[in-house]
């Protein structure tokens, strides 16, 4: 089993920079590929950027690649997303997902999931 906690949301600028963490619990949290997912009012969950277990493959989606990037700590146990360039349409409450063996943008294939930190971005 895996417990994931997301941390550092909060309010920012258009503009600005965010860093999100994401702490996993569990001896084999390391081998999980990792993502990170977004849910904006009214609007589905969407797949943000995914990390390979060994942080050697990502992926982003094609509305924040150049401006976010994904990383992970696996003595730490932790994933990192750092959010620059931060657009209003950023606005949505974050999540941290785990489970499969290799990154993958759907999110029914994840089996783990963070209660969500937000994130407000401002004009």
């Known amino acids: 089993q895996v417990q994931l906690v997301e941390s550092g949301g909060g309010l920012v600028q258009a503009g600005g920079s965010l860093r999100l963490s994401c702490a996993a619990s569990?001896?084999?949290?390391?081998?999980?590929?990792m993502g990170w997912f977004r849910q904006a009012p009214t609007k589905d969950r969407e797949f943000v950027a995914g990390i390979s277990w060994s942080g050697g493959a990502t992926n982003y989606a094609d509305s924040v690649k150049g401006r976010f990037t994904i990383s992970r700590d696996n003595a730490k146990n932790t994933v990192y997303l750092q959010m620059n360039s931060l657009k209003p349409e950023d606005t949505a409450v974050y999540y941290c997902?785990?489970?499969?063996?290799?990154?993958?943008?759907?999110?029914?294939?994840?089996?783990?999931w963070g209660q969500g930190t937000q994130v407000t971005v401002s004009s």
């Open positions: 569990g001896r084999t949290a390391s081998m999980y590929a």
């Open positions: 997902a785990a489970g499969p063996p290799f990154i993958t943008t759907a999110d029914k294939a994840y089996d783990y």
